[in-house]
């Protein structure tokens, strides 16, 4: 079965310091793979999707980078973090295509990264 | 781009049936509607798909109109547990352009 991990769970980090979360996804090949951001009490904001390896392509201008240096590997950084950086940040994998199965519309997504930017 | 609304929050109690309706006017011919289920602190979960008419699974329904430009979410005898935020969804991955509502904050009471 497909599993999906990000990690870490919580991160406290002081404005502009550097920031890395990484996802995983095991049990699939080639999936897509999303970075959301949430504000507390908002729904989801689209920041970055990736359909293979180096293809990464940006939905919100900001001082966030997103990475895809293996297959099922998505990774979110910044080097210097802003107060409105703070969120909950959420992986999500689709399959890709057909044959990769799942429903249509349905995103797995991974347990989330709390981070607050103080 | 098909924008999704929805309202900001319902109230019910246990054992009852809980609609929640969206509205999605610019709907495309491709897209599907998705509802999702979120508790504090967790990713959305995958509740419900469909594409028109009605979808029933494990946990809830779907109704969908023949225009396709609203649909409702149903919870069938509601426990507190079910107490969470509902997202509907219009779109496909594909597309990458998910259009995300903002989302229902449902309070079951007992």
Known sequence: SQTIHQWPATLVQPVGSPLSLECTVEGTSNPNLYWYRQAAGRGLQLLFYSVGIGQISSEVPQNLSASRPQDRQFILSSKKLLLSDSGFYLCAWHPSGVAGGGRTGELFFGEGSRLTVL | ???????????????????????????????????????????????????????????????????????????PRVSLSDTAVYYCLVGRPSNYQLIWGAGTKLIIKP
């Open chain 2, 1 to 75: 781009l098909a924008k999704t609304t929805q309202p900001i929050s319902m109230d019910s109690y246990e054992g009852q049936e809980v609609n929640i309706t969206c509205s999605h006017n610019n709907i495309a011919t491709n897209d599907y509607i998705t509802w999702y289920q979120q508790f504090p602190s967790q990713g959305p979960r995958f509740i419900i798909q469909g594409y028109k008419t009605k979808v029933t699974n494990e946990v809830a329904s779907l109704f969908i109109p023949a225009d396709r430009k609203s649909s409702t979410l149903s919870l």
